[in-house]
């Protein structure tokens, strides 16, 4: 077996419980450890010995921790925690007031690092409400005061522990695995003309320097080799779909063919039918798309744009141009589009809104969910739909008779065949895994020509690593006449204030949408305040406490898809007055008459989230209000959250993401299956470009990297990892 695939069994003998941990945790085999990289590093590099504490003096001490109990403090019955810690010269006892978790998040026995005040407490030294966290290894240096040149200690590894599977326990597994002869066999997929190009260290010395680094530096060098590594990974893989593509053939449509008497072309007589101007960015990316389907190979573009930019729009004038197309070599008929949502709402809105599009042409039009099956138009009402059989509906569409056919992930199964299938639409893409876009792509001789749609506004960098296959437009402004949302960022002291402004919007007959970070269980903060809101507890609350004569229901990630939906269904309806849910909304439906959203724990989402959430409260004609709850103590949540108060524009915000983003505000990276290493390096545009060229090179010369076989294997295990 392979060194890499071995289980960590094989290495040490393990403890059950800490097997336990290690599987919740996803540590297996000897490839999972080492790649599970420190989340930071402890500076240990000064450090007392307890017996040199002084009563009023800030220490640093590093020592084991035991006999960790809560109680209740004598006289004023506050919660606390206690424990000893201990080094080689003493004892000194540590006390928590209020965290009396503390106890239970340290295991008995751990190594600690402790920082905090020395007191007197009743005639023994103690230090009070200290800093602690777990660390690898006692550092080599207490008492030196300074951080000595040339000593190997300064930097501990701190890495995300279970209880079972500590600091420590990681650090000496792998001393274990390093020593071990086959370590020095594991052969490196990055090339070595690449390592040597870019001053990146081999995969040994790589490991070895992540995990235990001998300075600051050693650990940029090697936290930069394994994010080259993964950008690397994923634009190979990216490049490899792109050059398959491109030597595929597909239809050709090209509407500047298609002109009346005054030689205008009918795409733009078409355009007439909105109601309304194109916006620049609408008009730029369409004519992106027309550029890409008259040239006979398959389009791959993703448009980007935020919620209510306009995207559908874009959407059905590629449908137009499409469906006014005949297939080749024939006098009659229509090319087919095949538009494609996530929900059975959103897909039932698309039908809704193309039906007013199209109704004045030849052109029927279908809807596929789980429910059953709709065409348009009825024979007994054409101006209607009407419903219809499925096994009719599939033959519709395999003759061709249906032309523009929309639906939810029904529309991917095995027994919708089309006729002349030119255009896939693919409606908030991120929700579909690659297999899935690729199903309604691939099984055709000639290539059906992809439109994928997004409002996850992300940085350039990011996008050019995820979506390296596809080509980029984008929607940066809003179709003008639009009413601003009024975003506040209010403290607990206005809460109040903000139920009484929910109310009368309620009152008014709006609906709204409260926010919270948990589903069932809310966490305290140090004093034992809410600071994460769940929406179990807080639907029940404000149901008992707030909006008494209100219907309230709740939606979270754990609901299964039909729950959700049918929750969805009901708001749409008015059924629902607030809809108490965790961020799953976020890409729902579009629902006119929700003008208000509350958002508690504002400091716990990234600001491209935020920015999606109050999204949800753009699309009608009322005032839309976005009120967002936050523990904002410190600075940096006070800037980005103003950063959200006044940005109007979502890759703006997810620009400062990347640039102000700090361990636990990886939403983006965490979204797309993307780890903490290469988020870091994503900051980095030239390292971006650098992978990108490179995988273009290789792809280049040799499309399936035979020449390359450890690549071909990562790559293969990588696949489909940057979605869901
Ligand atoms: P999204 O990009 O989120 O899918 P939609 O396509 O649903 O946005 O558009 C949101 C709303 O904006 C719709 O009601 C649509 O009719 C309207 N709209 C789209 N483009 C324009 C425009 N150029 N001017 C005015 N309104 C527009
Ligand atoms: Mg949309």
Not at 211 to 227: I, L, Q
Not at 320 to 331: C, H, I, L, S
Not at 339 to 365: D, G, R, V
Not at 551 to 570: N, T
């Amino acid at each position: 077996m392979d060194f890499l695939d071995k289980p960590l069994t094989q290495i040490a003998r393990i403890h059950p419980t800490t097997l336990v941990g290690l599987k919740k945790i996803g540590l297996e085999t000897i490839r999972d450890i080492l790649y599970y990289f420190p989340q930071r590093y402890g500076d240990v590099s000064s450090g007392s010995f307890i017996k040199d504490t002084l009563t009023g003096a800030a220490v640093t001490l590093y020592g084991k921790v035991s006999k960790l109990s809560t109680k209740k403090s004598f006289q004023s019955k506050v919660p606390m925690a206690e424990g000893i810690l201990e080094d080689s010269t003493g004892k000194i006892k540590l006390i928590w007031f209020h965290q009396p978790y503390i106890a239970k998040m340290i295991q008995e026995g751990a190594l600690v690092k402790v920082q905090g005040k020395v007191s007197d407490r009743n005639g023994s030294l103690a230090i009070l409400n200290p800093e602690i966290e777990s660390i690898a290894i006692m550092p080599d240096n207490i008492g030196d005061g300074l951080f000595g040149a040339g000593s190997n200690k300064g930097l501990s590894p701190v890495y995300a522990e279970t209880k079972s599977v500590t600091t420590r326990w990681i650090y000496h597994i792998l001393q274990r695995i390093f020593k071990d002869s086959e370590f020095a066999e594991i052969p490196d997929p990055i090339p070595k003309e690449l390592l040597e190009k870019y001053n990146l260290p081999s995969i040994q010395t790589g490991l070895i320097w992540i995990h235990t680094p001998h300075s600051d530096n050693d650990a940029t060098v090697a936290r930069k080799r394994f994010a080259f590594e993964e950008v690397l990974l994923i634009q190979l893989k990216n490049q490899q779909i792109r050059y398959e593509l491109a030597k595929e053939k597909s239809f050709v449509i090209d509407p500047a063919e298609n002109v009346d008497a005054k030689g205008v072309r009918q795409i733009d007589n078409f355009k007439d039918r909105f109601g309304f101007p194109l916006t620049k960015g609408q008009t730029d990316a369409l004519d992106d798309i027309l550029g890409d389907i008259k040239n006979g190979t398959p389009m791959s573009r993703l448009l980007e744009g935020d919620v209510g930019s306009g995207k559908t729009a874009v959407a059905a004038l590629a449908s137009y141009a499409t469906v006014t197309t005949k297939p080749k070599n024939q006098k009659y008929g229509h090319l087919q589009v095949a538009y494609m949502a996530p929900t059975e709402i959103l897909a039932t809105q698309h039908f809704e809104s193309f039906i007013k599009l199209f109704s004045h042409m030849p052109i029927s039009i279908g809807l596929i969910t789980g429910n059953g099956c709709k065409k348009f138009p009825s024979k007994v009402s054409p101006t209607g739909w009407t419903t219809i059989s499925r096994p009719q509906f599939l033959k519709w569409v395999e003759n061709s008779e249906i032309s523009i056919v929309i639906g939810t992930h029904a529309l991917i199964q095995k027994s919708v065949k089309f006729k002349n299938l030119a255009l896939v639409i693919i409606d908030e893409q991120h929700r579909f895994g690659t297999a899935q876009r690729q199903k309604l792509t691939r099984k055709h001789t000639l290539v059906p020509h992809l439109l994928s749609m997004t409002a996850t506004p992300i940085p350039r960098t990011l996008a050019l690593t995820l979506y390296g296959d596809l080509d980029l437009s984008v929607l940066d402004e809003m179709p003008s006449g639009r009413k601003k949302i009024l975003t506040e960022l209010v403290s607990e002291r206005d809460r109040k204030k903000v139920y009484a402004k929910v109310l009368e919007e309620l009152q008014a007959g709006r609906q709204a949408y409260v926010i919270c970070p948990r589903i069932d269980e809310s966490d305290p903060n140090k004093t034992g305040a809410i600071i994460a809101k769940s929406v179990k507890e807080e639907a029940a609350r404000l149901k008992k406490d707030i909006f008494r004569d209100y219907r309230i229901e709740i939606m979270h990630s754990k609901m299964k898809p039909v729950d959700k939906e049918r929750i969805m269904k009901k708001f749409y309806a008015y059924e629902i007055d607030i809809l108490v849910s965790t961020s799953v909304v976020e890409v729902g439906v579009n629902v006119p008459n929700a003008n208000t959203i509350l958002i508690e724990g504002g400091q716990r989402y990234g600001l491209a989230q935020l920015h999606q959430l109050r999204g949800r409260v753009v699309r009608g004609n009322h005032q839309p209000y976005c009120f967002v709850f936050a523990d904002n103590k410190s600075e940096k949540t006070t800037e980005r959250l103003s950063a959200f108060k006044n940005a109007k524009n979502g890759f703006e915000l997810a620009e400062l993401d990347l640039k102000l983003r700090g361990a636990g505000e990886l939403y983006v990276g965490k979204q797309w299956g993307i780890s903490d290493i290469a988020m870091e390096a994503i900051k980095n545009l030239k390292m971006v470009e650098a992978a990108r060229k490179e995988a273009k090179a290789m792809i280049q010369q040799d499309p399936l990297l035979d020449s390359h076989p450890l690549l071909k294997v990562e790559i293969a295990r990588k696949e489909d990892v940057h979605f869901e």
